[in-house]
């Protein structure tokens, strides 16, 4: 079963909800601002995914640019930048697609179209 982490609010989640839909695609919901990501997840995740870490930072969010993340991230190791991440599901990019031998990050669809 797929795994949809999202933030309901978002307008890229719900387009990507609404495509998994339309699609007849199962999958199991989870609200990352109410269910905040784990360090041993996003390990996990990053390590399926095959991508820096970085691509997992929501960069456009209020919260990375308060922290100033742009100029701190370069600076950190891997394990501070996800002590960081399951700080706060509002730091991470979403929505993210997690299945048994992939992680999708942010909704691009013929990216998720070639994995699903």
Request: hydrophobic letters at 40%.
């Amino acid at each position: 079963m797929l795994r949809f982490i999202c933030y309901p609010k978002c307008t890229t989640c719900q387009k990507a909800q609404k495509w998994l839909d339309a699609r007849a695609i199962a999958y199991e919901l989870r609200d990352i601002k109410a269910e905040n990501p784990t360090a041993a997840e996003l390990t996990a995740w990053h390590k399926t995914s095959g991508l820096p870490l970085k691509k997992f930072f929501n960069t456009s969010g209020l919260l990375y640019q308060s922290l100033d993340l742009k100029n701190k991230l370069p600076e950190m190791s891997e394990e501070e930048m996800i002590a960081l991440l399951a700080t706060d599901g509002m730091l991470v990019k979403r929505p993210l697609l997690v299945g048994d031998d992939f992680v999708l990050v942010g909704f691009k669809e013929a990216e998720w179209t070639d994995k699903i």
